[in-house]
């Protein structure tokens, strides 16, 4: 619970403990937020890690990139994970070119 009182001004996300020690945040509301990125990077920001991005197959014909922080916080693993259609992203960057 530390970790969210000390980041509780950062985007909210849907957090889970597992029984393997790890602390996991997943956002969820892709229509609200189609794209992921700013989010991963204000956390990746405040826990000193950096985001590691893949790409999945979805369905036959969609595929979703995926992104990923993995780190050690005090005495706590943390992961956070998110993705969204890559489609999304390269819809993106052509607007922005």
């Not at 937020?33 to 999945?56: H, K």
């Amino acid at each position: 619970m530390q970790l969210l009182k000390e980041f509780g001004d950062l985007p909210p996300l849907y957090w889970q403990v597992s029984n393997h020690e790890r602390y996991r945040g997943d956002l969820y509301g892709f229509a609200s937020l189609p794209d992921p990125r700013p989010v991963m990077a204000v956390w990746a920001e405040a826990l000193g890690a950096t985001v590691t991005q893949s790409q999945f197959p979805y369905t036959n014909d969609e595929v979703y990139a995926q992104f990923a922080v993995e780190t050690l916080w005090r005495d706590v693993r943390v992961r956070i994970v998110m993705s969204c259609p890559a489609a999304v992203l390269a819809s993106e960057t052509a607007v922005a070119a």
